[in-house]
Structure formats: structure tokens, C-alpha cells
T-cell receptor
Framework: RKEVEQDPGPFNVPEGATVAFNCTYS??????FFWYRQDCRKEPKLLMSVYSSGNEDGRFTAQLNRASQYISLLIRDSKLSDSATYLC????????????FGAGTRLAVHP | NAGVTQTPKFRVLKTGQSMTLLCAQD?????MYWYRQDPGMGLRLIHYSVGEGTTAKGEVPDGYNVSRLKKQNFLLGLESAAPSQTSVYFC????????????FGEGSRLTVL
């Protein structure tokens, strides 16, 4: 079983739709959680951190469920520019604070 | 604002050839990483460094070597390239390892024939 699993998609949604992605992780000792965004043939960039209490950044909401070991990303009022791959990242303690990346969920927003 | 710069951006090698990928960052970051990204798989850590003069193995280190002689540079070497090393390679850096925020270079697309 992969340490971090995501539905690869693609999620095809119209502009203005609300879409949600989940990411499950296998190690209950996981410490921190993040969502990264990666545009086609570009480098990943941090989208937002995921806090235990949940957090919101504009149209984006991230939530953590430690009991069920998953994090989620909700995008409201989807824009064409939201089309990208969203990577779930989980960290564990260690000499370099090990980061494990999921393979990503692809989102395609169409007019 | 250069950030993290990788060279070369593209390279085609024949099996058995060697090459070096250079990563340079101008943010005075201590931690630097080399990842590879393959279709359907997440970014996998090859090697990393927690400071000048230090290197350590990640998840998939076989076939690669690294050096960090200067704080701003992290080199990834392939001594004898194999087709299985065809991939997109990303370098990343961060100031503190516990922030989860990595700054990535634009990637280096390597094809081994």
C-alpha cells in the first residue's frame, strides 16, 4: 500500500462548480499535511497547509481527519485557471522531516 | 528573483553515458533535495542535504551520486545512465525542514536511450 494515495482523476468540472479531492495516508505518525499545485510541465508549488482545525484560503478549504487518516481539498466556484494537478504531501519526523508526495489528482475546469 | 535554478532543462543520453545536473539556489537555504517524478507516481526523493558538505540517501538513491561543496549548489550525478532513469528531475530547497514548504526548480527532463 502506498504511504499517500490520491485518486488520479481527471476531475472534469464546469466553471463555477465545487469540487473536492481526498487524500489518504497510511502512517498514523504523520505530522504535517500540505496541498501543492502543479501545472502541466511545471514545478510543484505550495498551495496551502492543512491544519487540524481546518483552514480556508479564499475559494480553497483544506481539512484534516486524523481518525480516518485523510485530508481533503475543496475548491469552490472553480475557475479555468484552477486546472492543474493537486499533490497531497504528508510529513513525518526524521532527520530531514521526511516529506511524502502523493501522485496527484488532476483537475480540468472547462467553460 | 532566481530562486532555484536547474541546468540543463533538457538532456538526451545514451545508455552508459554520464552526466551531472546542477541545482543552484540564492535563498541561503540549508536544506536541498533531489526528486524524480514519473507518470502515475509521486515525487520520489533521491538524495538530500541538510547543509554544506553533507549528503544523505533518500528513497531511490541507486544509480545516483550527489555533492554539496557549496551551500548554494547541489549536484546530482549519473555515472552510467540507464533507460530506467528517464524521468523529470526536480531540485528543491527550504530554509527549515519542518515547514513543509519546498521551493522547486523548473525541472530537468532527462531521456536515456
Amino acid at each position: 500500500r502506498k504511504e499517500v494515495e490520491q485518486d488520479p482523476g481527471p476531475f472534469n468540472v464546469p466553471e463555477g462548480a465545487t469540487v473536492a479531492f481526498n487524500c489518504t495516508y497510511s502512517n498514523s505518525a504523520s505530522q504535517s499535511f500540505f496541498w501543492y499545485r502543479q501545472d502541466c510541465r511545471k514545478e510543484p508549488k505550495l498551495l496551502m497547509s492543512v491544519y487540524s482545525s481546518g483552514n480556508e484560503d479564499g475559494r480553497f478549504t483544506a481539512q484534516l481527519n486524523r481518525a480516518s487518516q485523510y485530508i481533503s481539498l475543496l475548491i469552490r466556484d472553480s475557475k479555468l485557471s484552477d486546472s492543474a494537478t493537486y499533490l497531497c504531501v504528508v510529513t513525518f519526523s526524521g532527520g530531514y522531516n521526511k516529506l511524502i508526495f502523493g501522485a496527484g489528482t488532476r483537475l480540468a475546469v472547462h467553460p | 528573483n532566481a530562486g532555484v535554478t536547474q541546468t540543463p532543462k533538457f538532456r538526451v543520453l545514451k545508455t552508459g553515458q554520464s552526466m551531472t545536473l546542477l541545482c543552484a539556489q540564492d535563498m541561503n537555504h540549508e536544506y536541498m533535495y533531489w526528486y524524480r517524478q514519473d507518470p502515475g507516481m509521486g515525487l520520489r526523493l533521491i538524495h538530500y542535504s541538510v547543509g554544506e558538505g553533507t549528503t544523505a540517501k533518500g528513497e531511490v538513491p541507486d544509480g545516483y551520486n550527489v555533492s554539496r561543496l557549496k551551500k548554494q549548489n547541489f549536484l546530482l550525478g549519473l555515472e552510467s545512465a540507464a533507460p530506467s532513469q528517464t524521468s523529470v528531475y526536480f531540485c528543491a530547497s527550504t530554509l527549515r525542514a519542518n515547514t513543509g514548504e519546498l521551493f522547486f526548480g523548473e525541472g530537468s527532463r532527462l531521456t536515456v536511450l
